[in-house]
């Protein structure tokens, strides 16, 4: 945990310039500054937001050919992995693209957790002399409690099922068992964010809002891609029906 906490220094150095950029020098509420942090972070990562979610379109259109292929090499798995490889290279995608927003997200949501938790900030948030309080957050760097403490999980609850539900259903890329599982999730968090510092669900309900505004608008500005006809599809099944090329045959060497 300390090898950890050490990494991610730089960026919880970053998480608290920030911070105190939005407190001090625009004169935000501490918890408005929370969500200025961010925005600040969805911000940076908006460009490889937007391509992860071209690539999981892309996904969504590639899933037929993709079941066919792992249906027609089952019993060859290397011939199986060359396919799928060849089917992404021709569409252009990227099954990690969609993952790579989301792990960048990582490390300043741990920054953030620290932040809140450590002594220098809490100190500099009570000596400011700024309210503490936001909305109906009492404090923003303590454990919320009662009627506060019962909205945050709503909240958080309600916008990571909203969020999920919509990208499922703009991109049809979860369905049965594993829906019910990404829907459980929230559940399973709500008692964390019940147990830590306020500010840290308004952290996490904010990126929520931010990735939901973010799914509407993309859907409305960049129209998915239109999936391939019958006739392209039995094309390239056609295609990868026939037998590989034999490899290259070596040449003896004279004496």
């Given amino acids: 945990m300390l090898v950890l906490a050490n990494i991610l220094s730089p960026v919880e150095d970053l998480a608290e310039t920030v911070v105190k950029f939005f407190q001090n020098d625009l004169g935000w509420s501490w918890g408005l500054a929370i969500i200025g942090l961010t925005f600040a972070v969805r911000l940076l990562v908006l460009p490889l937001s937007i391509r992860g979610i071209k690539s999981m379109r892309q996904m969504q259109l590639?899933?037929?050919e993709l079941k066919e292929i792992q249906e027609r090499y089952k019993d060859d798995r290397e011939r199986q992995q060359r396919e799928m490889l060849a089917l992404y290279k021709s569409h252009g995608v990227n099954p990690l693209a969609s993952c790579f927003p989301f792990l960048l997200q990582i490390p300043f949501f741990i920054a953030v957790y620290q932040l809140l938790r450590g002594d220098a900030f809490q100190e500099d948030v009570i000596s400011s002399g700024a309210s503490q309080s936001f909305l109906f957050v009492e404090s923003v760097i303590e454990k919320p409690?009662?009627?506060?403490?019962?909205i945050l999980i709503i909240l958080f609850i309600a916008t990571t099922?909203?969020?999920f539900l919509y990208t499922t259903a703009t991109t049809q890329t979860t369905?049965?068992?594993q829906k019910y599982i990404f829907l459980a999730l929230p559940v399973?968090?709500?008692?964390f964010i019940a147990t830590q510092p306020a500010g840290l669900g308004i952290y996490w309900i904010a990126t929520n809002v931010w990735s939901l505004g973010q799914q509407v608008v993309v859907q409305r500005l960049?129209?998915?891609p239109t999936p391939p006809t019958e006739e392209e599809r039995a094309e390239r099944a056609k295609q990868?029906?026939?037998p590989p090329p034999p490899p290259p045959r070596k040449r003896k060497r004279r004496r």
């Fill in 62 to 64: 590639v899933a037929p």
């Fill in 145 to 150: 409690t009662g009627a506060e403490q019962w």
């Fill in 175 to 177: 369905s049965g068992p």
């Fill in 188 to 191: 399973l968090f709500a008692p």
């Fill in 161 to 163: 099922a909203l969020t």
């Fill in 222 to 224: 960049i129209p998915a």
């Fill in 240 to 242: 990868r029906a026939a």
